[in-house]
């Protein structure tokens, strides 16, 4: 069986008339020959159009297409009316293909499990205490989740919430090897390399550390987004994937797409 994995396709900020990234992922599902799909979150700004990308592939391609929200997925950006961002983790939770909740065999051996996760600030610096952090503004910049995303709890709460619920997953699959997925970053290795100014506040939003404390023996590929990063690591003989395909600013010629979704999409064979 082979797996795809991607994040951060961000399909509406990358929007290109006849070059749509949609379109891009399907012919690589295709031409890859890929038998199931997992999207590590940030597909669009806006969840009602999130969906319709995960329908419309599914669709195109008869492949699973497996996916966790991003924070860019769950902002209330275009949908003021919804002030609890539980209606819209919940309306994503409710979907097939969701792994809110929902671990997905693969086969007899596999299962994967997957959730956003969230921020606890551990990722920051010291140098910054959590009311700070908690203004999510720095050097004029504002971390933007803290205008769409209204949990009704702490970021340090809500992180402990989606800690404990992939827990109880995990534990019930102790008998099988795990492909865990995230958005948020669960390791200090995905953050961004100090010194950097900038950075050294932001890293606060990227994840936490506690994650890591999951990662039991069986769990063997650890996938995450979110930091904008083509990176992987081996770490205790689990491998660790961040495969962002990140805003076509970010490419070296945006014009390339299906190059940048063949060069970013991760193949997993089990």
């Not at 007899?108 to 996760?117: P, S």
């Not at 952090?133 to 910049?141: A, F, L, S, T």
């Not at 008998?175 to 390399?193: A, E, G, L, Q, R």
């Not at 945006?254 to 991760?266: A, C, G």
């Amino acid at each position: 069986m082979k797996i795809g994995v991607i994040s951060d396709i961000h399909v509406d900020i990358n929007y290109k008339e006849n070059d749509t990234i949609e379109d891009a992922l399907i012919k690589v599902i295709q031409d890859m020959s890929i038998d199931v799909m997992i999207i590590a979150g940030d597909i669009s700004n806006d969840y009602t159009k999130s969906i319709q990308v995960i329908d419309y592939i599914e669709s195109k391609t008869g492949c699973k297409c497996l996916f966790v929200p991003g924070n860019h997925d769950l902002w209330n950006i275009h949908h003021e009316e919804i002030a609890h961002t539980d209606d819209i983790y919940n309306t994503f939770q409710a979907h097939d293909s969701c792994l809110c909740g929902k671990p997905y065999p693969l086969n007899e051996d596999y299962v994967v499990i997957g959730d956003i996760g969230w921020y606890d600030y551990s990722f920051g610096s010291d140098n910054y205490d959590h009311t700070v952090y908690e203004v999510g503004y720095h050097q004029e910049r504002q971390w933007q989740d803290k205008n769409y995303i209204h949990w009704h709890m702490s970021d340090q709460e809500k992180t402990l919430e989606l800690y404990d619920k992939l827990a109880k997953q995990i534990a019930q699959h102790q008998d099988k090897n795990i492909i865990f997925v995230t958005h948020m970053v669960t390791d200090s290795n995905f953050t961004v390399p100090l010194p950097n100014d900038t950075w050294e506040y932001f890293n606060a939003y990227l994840g936490s550390e506690q994650y890591g404390h999951l990662f039991k023996e069986n769990v063997k590929h650890i996938i995450m987004g979110h930091v904008h990063y083509r990176f992987g690591l081996l770490k205790h003989n689990q491998e660790y994937s961040c495969r962002c395909l990140n805003y076509r600013t970010q490419w070296e010629n945006e014009h390339e797409t299906l190059k940048n979704i063949q060069d970013t999409m991760k193949i997993i064979t089990i």
